[in-house]
T-cell receptor
Framework: SQQGEEDPQALSIQEGENATMNCSYKTSINNLQWYRQNSGRGLVHLILIRSNEREKHSGRLRVTLDTSKKSSSLLITASRAADTASYFCATAPGGKLIFGQGTELSVKP | EAQVTQNPRYLITVTGKKLTVTCSQNMNHEYMSWYRQDPGLGLRQIYYSMNVEVTDKGDVPEGYKVSRKEKRNFPLILESPSPNQTSLYFC?????????????FGAGTRLSVL
């Protein structure tokens, strides 16, 4: 069964707008990671947030983690066309990294 | 430059013809893994290796073999490919498996089995 599930499955916005993606998971975690995948390419690690952290920033990325609700969100501010990609959350219950199904983000110029 | 290199990037083959997809990493990572990605099914782990000569099945190992004779290399072998193995394959490596280590992915191998 899927450990992480992203919501929405697809998101289309205009350049300059903010994009928010959510991830829910089922079991307790030590950390949660977000990855990005450009069409047909390998995943690239974006950010890791530990279970004792509530918020983390990296450039235009802001990640929050709510362990009581078993959920995380990824916010991309001032989006650009180059942000068009799929975004995956990943957790590691039992040590093995498991990816969600991803959110497909389309940023229109 | 730190990287995971997969070859080939694209491969078209026929049912039953053995093939190998190579994977090499230059980061001295202990943990390596193979995934396949299919529409609607996400990324599914095929096999993983925690160190040299230590390999284990992932979620979808049927029809695949792996070996880890050297730390840097982790080839994926399809002894008798079938059309249901048509997919996008990724190799990944990380420093360790524990606590969900950050994984570094190769560029992918798109395989078509006719």
């Amino acid at each position: 069964s899927q450990q992480g599930e992203e919501d929405p499955q697809a998101l289309s916005i205009q350049e300059g707008e903010n994009a928010t993606m959510n991830c829910s998971y089922k079991t307790s975690i030590n950390n949660l990671q977000w990855y990005r995948q450009n069409s047909g390419r390998g995943l690239v690690h974006l950010i890791l947030i530990r279970s004792n952290e509530r918020e983390k920033h990296s450039g235009r990325l802001r990640v929050t983690l709510d362990t009581s609700k078993k959920s995380s969100s990824l916010l991309i501010t001032a989006s650009r066309a180059a942000d068009t990609a799929s975004y995956f959350c990943a957790t590691a219950p039992g040590g093995k990294l498991i990816f969600g199904q991803g959110t497909e983000l389309s940023v229109k110029p | 430059e730190a990287q995971v290199t997969q070859n080939p990037r694209y491969l078209i083959t026929v049912t039953g013809k053995k093939l190998t997809v190579t994977c090499s990493q230059n980061m001295n990572h202990e943990y390596m893994s193979w995934y396949r990605q299919d529409p609607g099914l996400g990324l599914r782990q095929i096999y993983y290796s925690m160190n040299v000569e230590v390999t284990d099945k992932g979620d979808v190992p049927e029809g695949y073999k792996v070996s880890r004779k050297e730390k840097r290399n982790f080839p994926l072998i399809l002894e008798s490919p079938s059309p249901n193995q048509t997919s996008l394959y990724f190799c990944a490596s990380s420093l360790s498996m524990g606590s969900g280590g950050i994984q570094y992915f190769g560029a992918g191998t798109r395989l078509s089995v006719l």
